[in-house]
């Protein structure tokens, strides 16, 4: 009798457990595709977190160049509980788009596309600082006037950029700008991203605090290859609002 209640306890709490691992199913959260163009090797790494990798996992990864399926690979789990990374060989060109599917053995399933591209041929981003506009005064981000502060910086903002963000102008020889990871730095440090505005045209990021005094502002921008073009701009930036 007493074996039997432990069994029917140990089943349960397995069912349990299964039930609780469905419940929160979902598909990958996120993917990154690289390509070696001189290995043929094409790297997916996936992340797909579950507390039940043999139940809940990635059991199935497809891949299409030029939209026709090219391999096709099931699994039975998950090398890991999070992020992984498995390796293809995969014959591709420089032009070639390549598309790979992963799919969760129980619901889901995300897809993300590369162009295979020359790493000597691709070019850095070009950067350029668009708001602020040098040698102009502005208010909160906004231009007004042209201005005799040059001697101290290129431009200068009283009340921070809350109206008028930065805004950064971006061009890639691959990579469309919405693309492209753009950050803004502050005398060197890292202060955030810029987002993408389709309405504009630019990336923006909205400077505000506290500050004043002469600061040098650097825009990057990142393509998908990891090629990182930049600006910068010394601003003259005067705020009194936290």
């Known amino acids: 009798m007493k074996r039997s209640k432990y069994i029917f306890v140990c089943m349960m709490l397995l069912g349990t457990s299964m039930l609780a691992t469905i419940g929160a199913a979902h598909p990958p959260q996120d993917m990154v595709l690289e390509y070696d163009l001189e290995t043929t090797t094409l790297e997916v790494t996936i992340t797909h977190n579950t507390p039940g990798p043999t139940i809940h996992y990635v059991n199935k990864i497809d891949i299409e160049k030029n939209g026709e399926l090219y391999l096709s690979q099931d699994y039975d789990s998950q090398p890991t509980t999070g992020t992984f990374t498995y390796a293809y060989t995969v014959d591709a060109n420089i032009g070639d788009q390549l598309t790979v599917t992963a799919y969760c053995s129980i619901q889901g399933s995300i897809s993300k596309s590369l162009t295979?591209?020359?790493?000597?041929?691709?070019?850095?981003?070009?950067?350029?600082?668009?708001?602020?506009?040098?040698?102009?005064?502005?208010?909160?981000?906004?231009?007004?006037?042209?201005?005799?502060?040059?001697?101290?910086?290129?431009?200068?903002?009283?009340?921070?950029?809350?109206?008028?963000?930065?805004?950064?102008?971006?061009?890639d020889d691959v990579d469309d700008p919405q693309d492209l990871k753009v950050k803004i730095f502050i005398d060197g440090e890292e202060r955030g991203t810029a987002q993408w505005n389709s309405a504009t045209g630019y990336h923006e990021w909205k400077w505000t605090g506290w500050g004043l005094g002469t600061y040098r502002v650097k825009a990057t921008a990142e393509d998908s290859f990891g090629n990182t073009g930049f600006a910068e701009m010394d601003i003259w930036y005067f705020c009194f609002i936290p």
């Open 116 to 171: 295979v591209r020359d790493p000597s041929q691709d070019e850095a981003p070009a950067v350029e600082i668009a708001n602020p506009t040098k040698g102009y005064f502005h208010f909160s981000g906004i231009r007004l006037f042209p201005t005799t502060l040059d001697l101290l910086a290129d431009t200068a903002s009283i009340g921070g950029f809350r109206l008028g963000p930065i805004r950064v102008y971006t061009d």
